[in-house]
């Protein structure tokens, strides 16, 4: 099947892409008249972690390219230990496709790297997703060692996937049920898969998180320079980047609205897929230069 054939992740070809000196992974599936989405992924994610309940809806009626940075997944490179290292990679990627505009789902640490691309090339989103994720300068970033994560993050019972669905979701029988689903859709694709990331990949990234999260000057005052439309969601158990992260993004980005989530966690749009990807297309079909829609 080739990749204007496919409208899936589970069946889109991994495609790679050279610039600078570096090749980047990624697939490109679905058609329409919209903006390509490009979906930038979370802490040690690769193409393999975007859950098709997320993905494909959306694929109908844009294009939606999921792209590995570097040194993460079969991308070349080393992993860059900050955000702007991250950023010139994925504006590199973003010139390679010749790609001059597009819309953005950032989760986690994607959210991060889309907030510095908009301010290193405003022109270069016309609309904003941003989930679970914080401003530069938020508090308690992916702060793994403390206990509600990491007495999941050491159990050796949990390998792989399985230990995403204790710290992706809340302890609740209805959020745990819902993040045994969201496993059990990542195993989906059996063939042409992603390398999982190894312990470099997360040391570079702790590293970004740690300097991000430190932030420099006024508190935020970069958010006022981000103007384009913007949709902040998070789930109100996140214990990997707590929901008053998205607040403040709210709450200093000139032309945002917040969603929260219920009875969920970091993995919030993966619990909510349905509701999500109804929510995410109408904000993207909106053609008003505000936020809402």
């Known amino acids: 099947m080739s990749m204007k054939e496919s409208s899936s992740n589970l ?6 892409v050279a610039a600078g000196g570096e090749k980047y992974a990624y697939r490109r599936f679905g058609s329409g008249s919209g903006l390509p989405l490009l979906c930038l992924q979370h802490f040690m994610g690769t193409l393999d972690n975007w859950d098709s309940a997320v993905t494909d809806p959306l694929a109908h009626g844009r294009e939606v390219i999921l792209f590995d940075n570097a040194g993460v997944g079969r991308s070349s ?3 860059p230990d900050s955000i702007e290292g991250m950023t010139t990679h994925a504006l590199a990627f973003l010139d390679a496709l010749g790609i001059k505009q597009c819309d953005v789902l950032g989760f986690s640490l994607g959210g991060m790297v889309a907030q510095q691309m908009a301010l290193e090339r405003p022109s270069v989103f016309r609309r904003m997703i941003l989930v679970g994720t914080a401003p530069r300068g938020g508090e308690d970033v992916m702060h793994l060692d403390k206990p509600s994560l990491s007495k999941h993050l050491q159990n050796p019972a949990l390998q792989g996937y399985t230990v995403l669905q204790k710290i992706f979701f809340a302890p609740t029988q209805s959020s745990q049920a819902a993040g045994a689903d969201f496993i059990a859709r990542l195993t989906r694709r059996t063939a042409d898969r992603e390398p999982a990331s190894g312990p470099a990949v997360a040391q570079a990234q702790m590293i970004a998180f740690r300097k991000w999260e430190q932030g420099s000057g006024e508190p935020f005052s970069d958010l006022a320079k981000i103007q384009r439309p913007v949709l902040v969601m998070n789930g109100v158990f996140d214990e990997m980047i707590p929901v008053r992260n998205s607040y403040w993004l709210a709450e200093h ?4 609205v917040l969603m929260v989530y219920p009875d ?5 749009l993966f ?7 109804r929510q995410t297309a109408a ?3 909106s053609d008003s230069n505000t936020a809402p829609y």
Not at 253 to 256: E, F, G, S
Not at 264 to 268: A, I, L, M, T
Not at 271 to 276: E, I, P, S
Request: aromatic share 14%.
């Open 253 to 256: 980005l000139p032309n945002a």
């Open 11 to 16: 069946t889109a070809a991994t495609q790679f």
């Open 77 to 79: 490179g080393t992993v």
């Open 264 to 268: 969920s966690g970091h993995g919030s």
């Open 271 to 277: 619990q909510f897929h349905d509701a999500f990807t």
């Open 283 to 285: 904000f993207l079909a």
